[in-house]
């Protein structure tokens, strides 16, 4: 079984930014593309962000150019640094690990417990 837990969420301004971890536990990722998802009040879950163990990124278009999506294979973690924050990036975040299918992460196998972020106006 793995374990992803989510961290560096918090309250900014808009035009802030911030970089979110998720440490995962349990096995190796290797078999794993990981992402980030967000959820905002009232809203279905959406895509923000995807990377293949290879290093592969795929990015929602309301975050291209502001978002970046990395991961360290050796310490299992992706990281998401997101710039120029705005305040429909308000939201609870979330890690996974899944399967890449036509640039998007489906087949999603673990998730995280999910961080909040939001920003102010």
């Known amino acids: 079984q793995v374990q992803l837990v989510e961290s560096g969420g918090g309250l900014v301004q808009a035009g802030d930014s911030l970089r979110l971890s998720c440490a995962a536990s349990?096995?190796?990722?290797?078999?794993?593309?990981m992402g980030w998802f967000r959820q905002a009040p009232g809203k279905e879950r959406e895509f923000v962000a995807a990377?293949?163990?290879?290093?592969?990124?795929y990015y929602a278009d309301s975050v291209k150019g502001r978002f970046t999506i990395s991961r360290d294979n050796a310490k299992n973690t992706p990281y998401l640094q997101m710039n120029n924050l705005k305040p429909d990036d308000t939201a609870v975040y979330y890690c996974a690990a899944g399967q890449l299918i036509d640039s998007q992460l489906t087949g999603i196998r673990f998730w995280g417990q999910g961080t909040q972020v939001t920003v102010s106006s």
């Open positions: 990377i293949s163990w290879g290093g592969t990124r």
């Open positions: 349990g096995r190796s990722l290797r078999n794993y593309a």
